[in-house]
T-cell receptor, first 110, second 110 residues
């Protein structure tokens, strides 16, 4: 298995633009998690899905953030409009149990 | 109070030393405890997990949980330069939600 696959690896965008991050979980894993990591706040859970259904989105910072999981092999995290304070590394992970993380998307909003 | 507290370091030790990494947690209901290792510009990877109190050993690594004091420890024996990474403790909250500590940046000097 190729593990959790995230794209793009790096994204630089201008403030106000829409950003879409993508994730392919490990086949057979029925939980999918989106995290954000910054120096100041560490690794924070944004939202997680079970069997493609959002279970807990209490970590989503505001309405500019949205996440979808249209099928078991694909999920997106969208930021619209993006702001400089959204700059971070965004990780996707899949489970159950011990979560396996992707390599992350490093987002820079200028 | 954060649910999981971890000293961010940085921690720098000579090769061959014994390393002790520690976390405290606030909720006595937590039962599963994990340690993740994160190399620079990579996603976290699961190193060890333990259930309830006690020790678990895996090669040079030992994870220890003391539920009476709500204390989690990771010991690394005969530390190697390849152990240089950020180490994150985590607890499972609810069914699948992981709550992470801030992470401790460790450097092993040759």
């Amino acid at each position: 298995d190729a593990g959790v696959i995230q794209s793009p690896r790096h994204e630089v965008t201008e403030m106000g633009q829409e950003v879409t991050l993508r994730c392919k979980p490990i086949s057979g894993h029925d939980y999918l998690f989106w995290y954000r990591q910054t120096m100041m706040r560490g690794l924070e859970l944004l939202i997680y899905f079970n069997n493609n259904v959002p279970i807990d989105d209490s970590g989503m910072p505001e309405d500019r953030f949205s996440a979808k999981m249209p099928n078991a092999s694909f999920s997106t995290l969208k930021i619209q409009p993006s702001e400089p304070r959204d700059s971070a590394v965004y990780f996707c992970a899949s489970g159950p149990g011990a979560q396996t993380f992707g390599s992350g998307t490093r987002l820079t909003v200028v | 109070q954060k649910e999981v507290e971890q000293d961010p370091g940085p921690l720098s030790v000579p090769e061959g030393a014994i390393v002790s990494l520690n976390c405290t947690y606030s909720n006595s209901a937590f039962q599963y405890f994990m340690w993740y290792r994160q190399y620079s510009r990579k996603g976290p990877e699961l190193l060890m997990y333990t259930y309830s109190s006690g020790n678990k050993e895996d090669g040079r690594f030992t994870a220890q949980v003391d539920k009476s004091s709500k204390y989690i420890s990771l010991f690394i024996r005969d530390s190697q330069p390849s152990d240089s990474a950020t180490y994150l403790c985590a607890v499972i909250q609810g069914a699948q939600k992981l709550v992470f500590g801030q992470g401790t940046r460790l450097t092993i000097n040759p």
